[in-house]
Antibody
Framework: EVQLVESGGGLVQPGGSLRLSCAAS????????MSWVRQAPGKGLEWVAT????????YYVDSVKGRFTISRDNAKNSLYLQMNSLRAEDTAVYSC?????????WGQGTLVTVSS | EIVMTQSPATLSVSPGERATLSCRAS??????LAWYQQKPGQAPRLLIY???TRATGIPARFSGSGSGTEFTLTISSLQSEDFAVYYC??????????FGQGTKLEIK
């Protein structure tokens, strides 16, 4: 069974940093593009970042470019999102998802709250 | 940026009836469109990709149609487990992609 389990969320002050992790199991992680998608409280879905199988290509939504970094460790079947210079508008549930364009498996997400 | 608009925002339908959800793109996205279902507190579930291809394990009562700028998700006979929020997503000329604001399908 495919499983994606996020961790690392929490409360952080504006300007702070967090590193999210996503542990993948039940499939050959190194064979898939992987993405992060977020959902602000009571709002819709927003794509954040995507990384190619070998990490050689990375893409970001404009609002996080220069602040967020997506990475992966195929040996550990793990996906990461380093978030720096966090803003109130980054408050959301962050989910990892399998796939680059359409995404066929999603984790439950981890809540990031940016507030003083 | 391609803006996706879903209608209606809320749709009330009785179990056993047909539900038709619409999604419009601000410019052509060809057939590069997906549909997701999300229940409260749960992760989104992929239903349709390529505008009309059902994802693995999705029941045949779910069907997608359309191309260009107009798309439809049809649920032929609503079951109790189908009441949820539905999102469309375009991935034409990705990145970026974009989602619609969602349609809440509720029990009438």
């Amino acid at each position: 069974e495919v499983q994606l389990v996020e961790s690392g969320g929490g409360l952080v002050q504006p300007g702070g940093s967090l590193r999210l992790s996503c542990a993948a199991s039940g499939f050959t992680f190194s064979s898939y593009w992987m993405s992060w998608v977020r959902q602000a409280p009571g709002k819709g879905l927003e794509w954040v970042a995507t990384i190619k199988q070998d990490g050689s290509e990375k893409y970001y939504v404009d609002s996080v470019k220069g602040r967020f970094t997506i990475s992966r460790d195929n040996a550990k079947n793990s996906l990461y999102l380093q978030m720096n210079s966090l803003r109130a508008e980054d408050t959301a549930v962050y989910s990892c998802a399998r796939g680059g364009t359409w995404r066929d498996k999603w984790g439950q997400g981890t809540l990031v709250t940016v507030s003083s | 940026e391609i803006v996706m608009t879903q209608s209606p925002a809320t749709l009330s339908v009785s179990p056993g009836e047909r539900a038709t959800l619409s999604c419009r793109a601000s410019q052509s996205v060809s057939s590069n469109l997906a549909w997701y279902q999300q229940k409260p507190g749960q992760a989104p579930r992929l239903l349709i990709y390529g505008a009309s291809t059902r994802a693995t394990g999705i029941p045949a009562r779910f069907s997608g149609s359309g191309s260009g700028t107009e798309f439809t998700l049809t649920i032929s006979s609503l079951q109790s487990e189908d009441f949820a929020v539905y999102y469309c997503q375009q991935y034409n000329n990705w990145p970026p992609d974009s989602f619609g604001q969602g349609t809440k399908l509720e029990i009438k």
